[in-house]
């Protein structure tokens, strides 16, 4: 099945290209929803030039669409572009990387239904350490790009994920998928990548709005 790919850049939704690939569908497009307050990917503070260069390493051509943080334009704009795409890419199935958050996966049933999309949910009800341990050991390299502040310091920004970082956060209680927003991160490289993203200079930076969070403000990459 030709499938869309929600796109935010981090490791669910690269793991969850990588498994709808094992399960036979065939990608065409990654979406990806940009704030338009903010000029960069939705929650991970990535700018749309690196989300660019992610595309390219994958080989799957990226479509950006800007939206606002009002949850009911953000679903007019989400349809009116996933419609769109659909009929261009003649795409039968859209990918996502939820894993348990029963709101998520009903907003997203119930949205693709009315567009007449077919929604492809690969890690759902697969326990967490399950998944990021496949995902480290598959090989993937994902940095950490945006934190709460209430659980995380700035030194927490830019960390990779690894074996380590998840027994943090495990002793921490915090999920080690970061499903609840706890976290969010930027996949660098992989089985499925042509070529390593390189982080050159980058610095975290805070953020304070409803509420606090740490950004990884990377300002040179190649």
Partial sequence: MKTLISWSGGKDSCFA?????????QPCCLVNFVSEEYNRCCFHG???DLISLQ?????????????????????????????KLKQKYNAEGMVFGDIYLDEHKEWVE????????????????????????EFIS????SVIVSGKADLFDKTFMGRIIDFDLV??????????????????????????????????????VLKEGFWKHWFLDIKKFQ
């Fill in 46 to 48: 990535i700018t749309n």
């Fill in 138 to 141: 598959t090989g993937f390299k």
């Fill in 167 to 204: 027994n943090e956060l495990k002793s921490r209680n915090i999920c080690v998928c970061g499903e609840n927003g706890e976290f969010h991160s930027f996949v660098i490289d992989g089985p499925i990548f042509n070529k390593k993203i390189e982080i050159l200079e980058s610095e975290p």
């Fill in 55 to 83: 595309a390219e390493s994958l080989g799957i051509p990226v479509v950006q669409y800007p939206v606002p943080a009002d949850m009911k334009e953000y679903e007019s704009r989400f349809k009116k572009a996933v419609t």
């Fill in 17 to 25: 290209l990588y498994k709808s690939v094992q399960q036979g569908h």
């Fill in 110 to 133: 119930r949205v693709c239904n009315e567009i007449g999309i077919i929604p492809v949910e690969p890690l759902w009800n697969l326990p967490v350490i399950s998944i990021i341990n």
